[in-house]
């Protein structure tokens, strides 16, 4: 059976689990699909404040089922072109999601699961989680934006010893380049990153959402576009109800009140 995506919320939080322990939830069109659906829950919920995505069994995502690589590679092309397209547009999901979205991982994230993790806001990791863009081990090369991100995220020469030879990083190394926002104990990452949300969701929903944007923007644009477009962003949260309260809570000494 094909991995699903479990839905769950904890007060604020959307968690999101890819289950199928007995692959280390290998990624699915079915998991791709549900995915998709539930940002768009939580996108259209003003109750839901962030979204958490960890993986089931001890395990992040192992990436693609090699099982399902062998059978799409028999068939024609255009089946695994779906599968791609569909992994892509999830990725695209994470994101474009105007909510915080953290990944909580345990054990492995190798391979598209590697690619998952990097396309979260923030990643939070146990101790003794191992990050690895496992394709090359197979002769293939990296899907879901894994060599996009790691050639923004790392230096060139490691971001290609990523690509080229197929090594696990740790935890504490991704941490030591900016890419693993904290490090847990084994055991403990969804707990650290329901924590962490639950800090995010006493923040204006509205500002997460326009930083996040500026973020993502900023790689693409030149300096004096991205002021322009943080000249934009700061009239609108100054002007919008969240800003006013903002502000009026910090002349009172008191912790604001966001919406």
């Given at each position: 059976m094909?991995?699903e995506?479990?839905?769950?919320r904890?007060?604020?939080?959307l ?6 322990p007995?692959?280390?939830?290998t990624l699915s069109?079915q998991l ?7 940002l768009?829950v939580?996108?259209?919920n ?6 958490v995505?960890?993986g089931?069994?001890?395990h ?8 399902g690589?062998?059978?799409?590679r028999a ?6 072109m ?17 909510k915080?979205?953290?990944?909580a991982?345990e054990?492995?994230a ?8 990097l ?11 191992r990050?690895m ?6 002769g293939?090369?990296p ?20 690509v080229?030879l197929a ?12 890419l693993?926002?904290?490090v ?5 990452a969804?707990?650290a990153?329901?924590a962490l949300?639950?800090r995010?969701?006493a923040m204006?929903?509205n500002?997460?959402a ?5 973020v993502n ?10 002021l322009?477009?943080?000249r934009?962003q ?7 109800p969240?800003?006013g ?6 002349a009172?000494k008191r912790?604001p009140?966001?919406?």
């Amino acid at each position: 059976m094909p991995s699903e995506m479990r839905s769950e919320r904890l007060g604020s939080t959307l968690v999101l689990t890819m289950s199928d322990p007995a692959t280390r939830n290998t990624l699915s069109e079915q998991l791709f699909a549900a995915g998709i659906e539930a940002l768009d829950v939580a996108e259209s919920n003003a109750e839901l404040r962030c979204v958490v995505l960890q993986g089931d069994g001890g395990h992040f995502c192992a990436g693609g089922n090699i099982g399902g690589l062998r059978e799409r590679r028999a068939a024609d092309p255009s089946v695994q072109m779906q599968m791609l397209e569909r992994f892509h547009e999830f990725i695209e999901a994470l994101r474009a999601c105007p909510k915080p979205v953290i990944a909580a991982v345990e054990g492995a994230a190798a391979g598209g699961g590697f690619s998952l993790a990097l396309a979260c806001d923030l990643l939070v990791a146990a101790e003794d989680a191992r990050f690895m863009m496992s394709h090359a081990r197979l002769g293939l090369t990296p899907d879901g934006g894994g060599s996009w991100h790691l050639a923004r995220l790392l230096p060139r020469p490691l971001a290609l010893q990523a690509v080229w030879l197929a090594e696990p990083f740790s935890a504490r190394q991704l941490e030591a380049h900016g890419l693993v926002a904290q490090v847990t104990e084994s055991g403990r990452a969804l707990a650290a990153a329901c924590a962490l949300a639950d800090r995010l969701a006493a923040m204006a929903p509205n500002a997460l959402a326009a930083g996040k944007d500026l973020v993502n923007q900023a790689r693409h644009v030149t300096l004096s576009k991205h002021l322009t477009l943080e000249r934009d962003q700061m009239l609108q949260t100054l002007f919008h109800p969240n800003g006013g309260e903002g502000l009026q809570a910090f002349a009172e000494k008191r912790v604001p009140r966001f919406r």
